[in-house]
């Protein structure tokens, strides 16, 4: 492609966001169908025992374990194979999940299903938000990112209500059969033939960035070799960079939330009288309030910064966590999940739009892939924490607060550790010009 066809911008790539857009929302519909249905039947359709809460956080365990090593590996596989290769296989992988499900006879199958979710997850979700970076502006990212988990969490919040409904009409295993297998085919059909590969976009913007510097200089991390190595890239958002630091380990145990949410939330509401399409709707609340506020999260932090919008995003949502177990009754659940996700709207994707500012495009897409290696291990960690919290003390309460803690403790390293990332609220100072004093 020409220079003239790689133009930059979420209006000059109208067409190819539209289509990952799509793309992402099937992706949270994979996840999402097993949101609601399968932690809220563990005991009766697939035989697991009651108050085995350790073994039911389990299948979230093994998917935030496969997920961030596969956020990794599609990082470094999407910048040598290509964008659009890497989405393919993530939904080839999704094929057998569907039937799995189906067939299960006991609660191995699901786990097992749930670690090839895990590697779906990792490769198209990673996959979809590269490549909307890859063809939009850097005054666009927040919004950028805002619009993919949008788009995403919707799709989450739909399958959930969705699939309690076809549970229901058709029981859970037939429901989930038809639901999953129209999901992963309509996604590998589009993949196929609408999805152009985006890593042209990232070349080219390498090659700008090298003959004409932009106005504002990122504060990119300074003595990193031009194309630096897998470990180099991994030290750096790991420990070596304090800021990139401070965005990984927030972007870690925000997700305690996620995998308290998918978990134990529908079990408790379940413990307390709601029914599964009530579960499904008050689910539903956290995943709605959270994809559509990122639209408007997204945005104001291209105005106003990344900073606080990540730190009060912690603090708010720990919050949400904390009222959903000091109170009861759905309408009270339904404001807590909405606070909840709230707080998760202001600080996801402006995570993401923090790491893109501070890391050059040359390795952007792995440095995108090891903060959402981090992310996405969080799943595993916060599981086997909040499932060990309950499994303790004997009661879901116990989940609640460790993951509301975890989010305030969290939110105040990211304060202490963090800064401003955003290149036009602050840039990195240019280098003074050479002296030029005749001797």
């Given amino acids: 492609m020409t220079e003239n066809q790689l133009q930059r911008g979420i209006r000059e790539n109208k067409g190819q966001v539209a289509h990952q857009l799509i793309q992402v929302m099937l992706v949270g519909f994979a ?68 039937v799995m499900i189906w067939y299960a006879p006991d609660w191995n199958w699901i786990v097992v299903a749930t670690v090839l979710l895990g590697v779906n997850q990792g490769l198209c979700w990673s996959m979809t938000q590269t490549a909307k970076l890859d063809v939009t502006k850097a005054e ?47 996604a590998l059909v589009l993949t196929v033939v609408w999805v152009k590969d985006t890593l042209p976009w990232a070349m080219a913007e390498t090659a700008a960035h090298k003959a004409t510097p932009p106005n504002s200089l990122p504060r990119y991390p300074q003595d990193v070799s031009e194309n630096p190595t897998t470990g180099e890239v991994f030290a750096l958002m790991s420990w070596r960079d304090r800021r990139l630091f401070a965005i ?39 995943g709605f309030v959270w994809g559509g506020s990122q639209l408007f999260a997204g ?59 501070i890391t050059p495009p040359a390795w952007r897409g792995s440095a995108i892939g090891v903060y959402r290696f981090w992310r996405d291990l969080g799943y595993a960690i916060g599981a086997l924490g909040l499932g060990l919290a309950a499994n303790l ?24 550790l963090g800064a401003e990332t955003h290149p036009r609220l602050n840039p990195a100072p240019r280098p003074e010009p050479a002296s030029t004093c005749a001797p």
């Fill in 299 to 357: 945005r104001l932090s291209d105005h106003v910064g990344r900073f606080w919008p990540n730190v009060l995003g912690m603090w708010i949502c720990g919050s949400g966590v904390a009222m959903v177990v000091l109170g009861s009754g759905a309408l009270w659940w339904s404001v807590s999940a909405g606070v909840a996700g709230f707080g998760m709207a202001l600080l996801y994707p402006n995570l993401s739009a923090a790491v893109a500012d």
């Fill in 140 to 186: 666009e990212r927040g919004l950028t990112m805002g619009l993919n988990e949008f788009s995403g969490y919707v799709g989450v919040a739909i399958a959930g209500i969705l699939t309690a409904y076809t549970a229901e009409a058709l029981g859970a295993r037939v429901g989930l059969l038809i639901f999953g297998m129209v999901v992963v085919l309509l």
């Fill in 393 to 416: 003390s004997g009661a879901a309460e116990a989940a609640f607060w460790f993951v509301a803690i975890s989010m305030f403790v969290s939110g105040g390293l990211l304060f202490w």
């Fill in 248 to 286: 990984s380990q927030a972007g870690l145990v925000e997700k305690f939330v996620d995998a308290l949410v998918w978990a134990l939330f529908p079990v408790f509401l379940v413990g307390k009288g709601a029914s599964l399409t009530e579960v499904g709707w008050i689910v539903g609340v956290y």
């Fill in 31 to 98: 996840i999402g169908m097993t949101r609601t249905v399968v932690p809220a039947l563990a005991e009766s359709e697939f035989g697991l025992e009651r108050g085995s809460f350790l073994l039911l956080a389990s299948f979230v365990v093994a998917f935030g374990a496969v997920k961030a090593v596969m956020n990794f590996v599609a990082g470094r596989w999407s910048e040598r194979i290509g964008r659009k290769r890497v989405l393919f296989w993530g939904w080839v992988v999704a094929l057998p999940i569907p």
